[in-house]
């Protein structure tokens, strides 16, 4: 690209763009057509950068061991390659391998590849997203994919989405995935538990009943207090719950029962990690005035707490 302006005596040169190309491959872009379709020339150039593919001639990106040499390097390459070569199976498993997403620029007969698609997915779980949609029933294949990527149990088949080990496999990865499983699996137990451990904010995909369940409600709540406003009301009315929520994330203390917005301690934790806690306290707390200095004292010590905090770890750095 440097290559722009240069006067056509340099551009046409193949002793000086061999040696621009193998500082840096997009210099082909700036290489008159006739090197464009040199395979010394284009070679060196994917060999530098596989995304110099797109200057070479179509006749270059028509060349297997000129787009090996750049999938191989950079994946992403193979939507530069010609239409017969986006159909070549070893083309295509070096670019997948490289980087899964490629499977998207493969041909359709590809895309329905076992080997292929399982290659694919196990560099990235979301290229099951481009793979045959009969892949997405294969055990084997999906457990690969959301093993690595969770969310990628959205492109699997409605049985799979239905397969206990499959969606366990996802939740652990992702716990958001649990949105995607079916309605039974969203109301078992140990599924749910899982995905909340993973993310407390995938509460909202269960069942009505689970998030009413203190066991799943508190470890939401524990890595993610903000899972309060998910659970049930009887969860919001719960001392421990609503604490450890308050504890996780301040800002929680919106979503708790408005009988415990009375409650000194629960309001003082919130406090310590939001400035604004007493917006959400009830009316008798805010007009207490011995309990807003109590506040404002646990705020700022909090605050220093964790300048000091600051400062020590940058001594120490």
């Given at each position: 690209?440097?290559?722009?302006?240069?006067?056509?005596?340099?551009?046409?040169?193949?002793?000086?763009?061999?040696?621009?190309?193998?500082?840096?491959?997009?210099?082909?872009?700036?290489?008159?057509q006739q090197l464009k379709n040199d395979n010394e020339v284009v070679l060196a150039a994917v060999g530098a950068r596989g995304d110099a593919l797109l200057y070479a001639s179509e006749t270059m990106r028509d060349c297997k061991e000129v787009v090996l040499k750049a999938v191989e390097l950079w994946g992403p390459a193979l939507r530069y390659a010609s239409d017969r070569l986006r159909g070549d199976r070893d083309v295509v498993l070096a670019a997948v391998t490289t980087w899964g997403l490629a499977l998207q620029h493969a041909a359709e007969k590809l895309r329905a590849d076992r080997d292929?698609?399982?290659?694919?997915?196990?560099?990235?779980?979301?290229?099951?997203?481009?793979?045959?949609?009969?892949?997405?029933?294969?055990k084997e294949l999906v457990l690969?994919?959301?093993?690595?990527?969770?969310?990628?149990?959205?492109?699997?088949?409605?049985?799979?989405?239905?397969?206990?080990?499959?969606?366990?496999?996802?939740?652990?990865?992702?716990?958001?995935?649990?949105?995607?499983?079916?309605?039974?699996?969203?109301?078992?137990?140990?599924?749910?538990?899982a995905a909340v451990r993973t993310d407390g904010l995938s509460l909202p995909y269960a069942s009505l009943e689970l998030r009413s369940d203190r066991e799943v409600v508190l470890t939401a709540v524990r890595g993610c207090g903000s899972a309060l406003a998910h659970a049930g009301s009887a969860m919001k009315a719960d001392k421990e719950v609503a604490l450890a929520a308050v504890t996780a994330r301040g800002q929680a203390l919106r979503y708790v029962a408005g009988?415990?917005?009375?409650?000194?301690?629960?309001?003082?934790?919130?406090?310590?990690?939001?400035?604004?806690?007493?917006?959400?306290?009830?009316?008798?707390?805010?007009?207490?005035?011995?309990?807003?200095?109590?506040?404002?004292?646990?705020?700022?010590?909090?605050?220093?707490?964790?300048?000091?905090?600051?400062?020590?770890?940058?001594m120490t750095l």
């Open positions: 690209l440097a290559l722009a302006g240069a006067a056509p005596s340099l551009t046409s040169s193949k002793e000086f763009l061999l040696r621009a190309v193998k500082v840096d491959g997009r210099a082909l872009g700036g290489a008159s292929v698609v399982l290659a694919a997915v196990a560099n990235d779980g979301l290229a099951l997203l481009h793979a045959s949609p009969k892949l997405g029933d294969d690969a994919a959301v093993g690595l990527w969770g969310a990628a149990l959205e492109h699997a088949s409605r049985r799979l989405r239905g397969d206990r080990d499959v969606v366990l496999t996802a939740v652990k990865r992702w716990g958001v995935a649990l949105q995607f499983a079916d309605e039974a699996l969203r109301a078992d137990k140990e599924v749910v538990l009988s415990l917005q009375a409650d000194r301690q629960i309001v003082l934790t919130a406090a310590r990690s939001w400035g604004s806690a007493l917006s959400c306290a009830a009316e008798a707390l805010q007009s207490d005035e011995a309990f807003v200095r109590e506040v404002v004292q646990a705020r700022l010590a909090s605050v220093d707490a964790g300048a000091a905090k600051g400062k020590w770890l940058t």
